[in-house]
């Protein structure tokens, strides 16, 4: 469960947060506007919520579904 979970997690850094660092060198004039307000920070908590909130849903279904199946085994 752990080694999906790791997997997981490799894939959303990879998905997310790489593509981030490249594109972020050239800042748009929305993202001066955000970064100059001090809105970037609100973004960025807001997407961090939902990035957990994802990973906690799945790791619940995950539960689930283990135990789903180890009933239909009995």
Do not use: H
């Amino acid at each position: 469960m752990m080694k999906r979970f790791s997997i997981l997690f490799a894939v959303l850094l990879a998905t997310f947060v790489l593509p981030i660092q490249t594109i972020a060198q050239e800042l748009s004039t929305l993202e001066e506007t955000f970064y100059s307000s001090g809105k970037i920070n609100v973004v960025l908590g807001v997407f961090s919520i939902i990035i957990v909130g994802l990973f906690i849903y799945l790791f619940r279904l995950d539960k689930m579904l283990k135990q789903l199946e180890e009933e239909v085994k009995k």
